[in-house]
Every structure is written in structure tokens, then in C-alpha cells.
């Protein structure tokens, strides 16, 4: 089993920020590549952030400038943290392991960005 626990998600105002975290078992997280994914209501899943075990990331075009994708290898962690929130952004947040060309997600954690 890989489990993956998402913490941080809740509701912040149009421009405010919001820092996610992903808890990743430590014996895998330093070989996996980690990611972050949304999905609104009626939308497809569609990718946020990625970042490879040696620290390359990616990000999707909607979050390019605002978002940061981080790990920390001594706590296994992966971090989203979030900044100049709109809300359009507002979507479950999932965490993604990707390792020995299989996929693990998290449960979600909400994010709603409104006044």
C-alpha cells in the first residue's frame, strides 16, 4: 500500500495564498516523482505541478508565476504553495506518486478561492 495524506486545502479570499502538503511513506518518496492535480466540478483532472526526485519541475500553464511545487526529503514531503489565489483555482487538490510506472493518489483536499 502508498498511502498519501494531503493537508492545507480550505478557503481564502481572491489574491491570498494557501500552502498544501502531501505526506509520502519514506521509503519510496526519494525515488518517485511527485505531483500535484485538480479537478473541478464537471472538469477533467488536469495538472497543477510536478517535480522529479533531483528537484526539475514543471507546471501547468493556468498556475505558471503563482504556484511552487517543493520537496523535502527529511520530512517526505511534497509541497504546493499557492500564491495571487482566483477563483478559478477553486477545485479539489490531489497529490500524485508516480513510481515504477504506477500512479498513487491522495483523497483531495478542497480549495475554494472567494470573497
Known amino acids: 500500500q502508498v498511502q498519501l495524506v494531503e493537508s492545507g486545502g480550505g478557503l481564502v479570499q481572491p489574491g491570498g495564498s494557501l500552502r498544501l502538503s502531501c505526506l509520502v511513506p519514506?521509503?519510496?518518496?526519494?525515488?518517485?516523482?511527485m505531483g500535484w492535480y485538480r479537478q473541478a466540478p464537471g472538469k477533467q483532472r488536469d495538472l497543477v505541478a510536478v517535480?522529479?526526485?533531483?528537484?526539475?519541475?514543471n507546471y501547468g500553464d493556468s498556475v505558471k508565476g503563482r504556484f511552487t511545487i517543493s520537496r523535502d526529503n527529511a520530512t517526505n514531503r511534497v509541497y504546493l504553495q499557492m500564491n495571487s489565489l482566483k477563483p478559478e483555482d477553486t477545485a479539489v487538490y490531489y497529490c500524485?506518486?508516480?513510481?515504477?510506472?504506477?500512479?498513487?493518489w491522495g483523497q483531495g483536499t478542497q480549495v475554494t478561492v472567494s470573497s
Open positions: 517535480i522529479t526526485p533531483d528537484g526539475t519541475t
Open positions: 500524485n506518486l508516480k513510481i515504477y510506472y504506477q500512479d498513487y
Open positions: 519514506g521509503r519510496i518518496f526519494g525515488y518517485a516523482d
